[in-house]
């Protein structure tokens, strides 16, 4: 089953069920979509799609930092479920030690010695955990490495 059919057969699901946080986040996660191949003018595939998902991810935990502040308790709560919802739809994700692996490897295989080649081994590492771990995270690690 497709990724698109997935989302479809969940939110006919979810109105059934009446689970309103889950056909909410899958609406949104359809809207995005669409938006996309509106404005490409292509047909996305199950990459395509992950790689939105992984952004809506991105956005919502910077959105939970942002209630955290506003202490937006309530807010806080349903944006955590929502991000429940989208990371069952991302593949595994990976640990902090697998990623460190990948980074070490990535750099002997570029050859990388100091901080001046953080893009390079950045540009490395991301098409191998696309969608299986923040960017951020990768940073982190990629900067402990290498100082």
Do not use: H
Request: glycine fraction near 4%.
């Amino acid at each position: 089953m497709s990724m698109k059919e997935r989302l479809m057969e969940d939110l006919k699901y979810s109105m059934k069920n009446k689970d309103t946080i889950r056909k909410n986040t899958i609406t949104m996660i359809r809207a995005a979509i669409k938006q996309k191949e509106v404005d490409d003018k292509v047909e996305l595939d199950d990459d395509g799609i992950i790689e939105i998902i992984s952004k809506q991810l991105k956005e919502k935990k910077n959105a939970i930092e942002d209630f955290k502040k506003g202490q937006r308790q309530d807010l806080v709560e349903q944006t955590e479920k929502e991000m429940e919802i989208l990371l069952e739809y991302l593949p595994k994700q990976l640990s902090e030690d697998e990623i460190r692996e990948i980074v070490a490897d990535t750099i002997k295989e570029v050859n990388a010695t100091s901080m001046k080649d953080m893009g390079l081994v950045m540009k490395s590492v991301m098409p191998k955990i696309k969608g299986r771990a923040d960017g951020n995270t990768v940073n982190k690690i990629v900067r402990e490495i290498l100082k």
